[in-house]
């Protein structure tokens, strides 16, 4: 028996133009996001294998276009991932905590009235620690990356107040490094370094796609 739940709500606040146009110049923005995703999965008939997942991720961020239909953005953002597998009544916990920081810059363009379409290109540092729990000899993992992606983005402004996005959770195509060090409680197990290409929103596109909804704050300077 298998229960999904996702919870995805992000929010962009603009600000710094009378009219509160998207895509002006000097305009700027903070964003948000929050993303709520526990999984459960049980088997049958005695449910004596279970799985217990849970992933939540907060995001935040201030960007500007510094010339028309060009974004200039800065983000950070926190993720904590709980898995744990209980068989035949022993559990075992592994508890993932992770921060990130990016810059990236976006280049729009307006396709129909108020319909813009935009390239993403940026890159992004993680820092990710990892723990197992309940085991005689819990196992920990520290793993720095460092990414430079690309990602097209849809954006469309559906009320003076309202914008929409449509964008991929992955980006198409990233190329990163990372660094990882995995230790027990007497010494040190390995080290690895690696380079790598990743175009994961390929592999299943529908499930690699997320929608915002971003209101655009009332200026003081608009009659």
């Known amino acids: 028996m298998r229960k999904t739940l996702l919870l995805t709500i992000?929010?962009?606040?603009?600000?710094?133009?009378?009219?509160?146009?998207?895509?002006?110049?000097?305009?700027?923005?903070?964003?948000?996001?929050?993303?709520?995703?526990?999984?459960s999965n049980k088997s049958q008939p005695n449910f004596t294998n279970q799985q217990n997942n849970l992933f939540l991720g907060v995001g935040l961020g201030y960007g500007r276009f510094i010339r028309k239909?060009?974004?200039?953005?800065?983000?950070?953002g926190y993720n904590?991932?709980?898995?744990?597998?209980?068989?035949?009544n022993q559990e075992v916990s592994n508890l993932n905590n992770g921060f990130n920081m990016g810059y990236r810059q976006i280049h729009f363009k307006e396709i129909a009235k108020k319909l813009f379409i935009g390239l993403s290109i940026g890159g992004s540092l993680s820092m990710q620690n990892s723990n197992q729990k309940n085991?005689?000899?819990p196992v920990k993992t520290n793993?720095?990356?460092v990414t430079v992606g690309i990602a097209p983005v849809l954006s469309y402004q559906i009320?003076?107040?309202?914008?929409?996005?449509?964008?991929?959770?992955?980006?198409f195509a990233d190329l990163g490094y990372s660094n990882s060090s995995t230790k027990d409680n007497t010494s040190t197990i390995s080290k690895n370094n690696?380079?790598?290409?990743?175009a994961g929103f390929f592999s299943s596109p529908l499930n690699n796609l997320s929608f915002g909804f971003n209101y655009l704050l009332k200026n003081k300077g608009k009659n």
């Open 10 to 39: 992000s929010f962009l606040f603009f600000c710094g133009l009378a009219n509160a146009q998207f895509g002006e110049a000097n305009q700027q923005l903070l964003s948000g996001s929050f993303t709520l995703s526990p999984n």
């Open 69 to 76: 239909n060009v974004l200039s953005f800065f983000s950070i």
């Open 80 to 88: 904590y991932n709980s898995n744990k597998n209980i068989n035949n």
């Open 135 to 137: 085991v005689p000899n």
């Open 143 to 145: 793993t720095y990356g």
């Open 159 to 171: 009320s003076e107040r309202l914008v929409i996005n449509l964008q991929p959770n992955n980006s």
């Open 194 to 198: 690696s380079l790598f290409f990743n």
